[in-house]
């Protein structure tokens, strides 16, 4: 009887393999999660300034009235006492190139900070951040200036993110701290922008001031309110962890009527100097 070589082995086909695991694959590779919020608030606010610009185009004594009746100026603001512009001026603004870079700065760093931080978290910092961008503008800015746009706000979203990162380095590790630096490149290019236009040297008009405000009210506020995560094993898988909030929203409102209080007593105060 004749020798036969044996039957190549039948190689298994792909849904017939066992999943890797991969803990076994890689010792080194832990799995972590971390809630996260669908970003429902960055897309009504995307929606609400898209919306008031584009009714703005169709009827433009309409957006003639609406950048006269609601753009942020110091006379205005201190002096007549219409307060409510500090607030209206971030959903104004100038030109289409100044919507684009407003609502695509919004969309990147709003999706993913409303995402970790949460629907009410987000909100406060946005528009507390904005309304303290818009008051400095008013402080700081020339009575003649009448400033709009989402700006402010958004630079307070930056410096959420910015302070997230860091407070989070050892955490995220070299990737984060790769991120927080990148991310600081970019915002102090963006004030370096604003100095420019404010010495003459661009074509365009920036509110440095109010891009300023935004940020420290985005620091100030995210340092106090924003989420820190600590890291605990996962009740129900073995190898798995989960990222706990050890500083909830719930126990810091505190700081949310101080900061607002502050605010309301600097404007008294400025109100009161320019009268």
Avoid: C
Avoid at 21 to 48: C, F, Q, W
Avoid at 188 to 194: D, E, Q, S, T
Avoid at 209 to 224: A, E, M, P, R
């Amino acid at each position: 009887m004749l020798n036969e070589p044996p039957p190549p082995e039948k190689r298994p086909h792909p849904l017939e393999r066992k999943p890797i695991d991969e803990t076994t694959a890689n010792p080194n590779r832990v799995m972590l999660h971390i809630p996260i919020s669908k970003p429902y608030v960055t897309y009504g606010l995307l929606a609400l300034n898209i919306v008031i610009f584009v009714v703005g185009l169709l009827i433009p004594n309409l957006d003639r009235q609406l950048l006269l009746g609601g753009a942020n100026n110091q006379i205005l603001v201190l002096r007549e006492g219409e307060y409510l512009r500090l607030f209206s001026a971030m959903f104004l603004h100038g030109g289409l190139i100044h919507l684009f870079f407003n609502v695509y700065a919004l969309f990147i760093v709003g999706t993913n900070i409303e995402g970790l931080f949460g629907h009410v978290r987000f909100t406060l910092i946005y528009v507390l951040g904005g309304v303290t961008g818009s008051l400095l503008s008013v402080l700081f800015n020339s009575p003649q200036t009448l400033s709009v746009g989402a700006s402010g706000a958004v630079f307070a979203l930056f410096a959420a993110e910015l302070i997230y990162l860091y407070q989070h380095r050892k955490l995220l590790g070299p990737n984060g701290r790769e991120q927080f630096k990148n991310l600081l490149i970019l915002a102090g290019l963006n004030f370096a922008l604003g100095i420019f236009s404010s010495l003459g040297l661009t074509s365009m008009n920036i509110d440095n001031w109010g891009h300023i405000g935004g940020f420290i009210g985005g620091v100030i506020l995210t340092w106090y309110i924003g989420p820190i995560l600590m890291i605990r094993q996962h009740p129900q898988r073995e190898g798995a962890y989960l990222a706990e909030d050890i500083n909830p929203l719930a126990q810091r409102y505190q700081v949310i009527s101080l900061y607002s209080a502050a605010l309301l007593a600097v404007l008294i105060v400025a109100t009161l100097v320019s009268r």
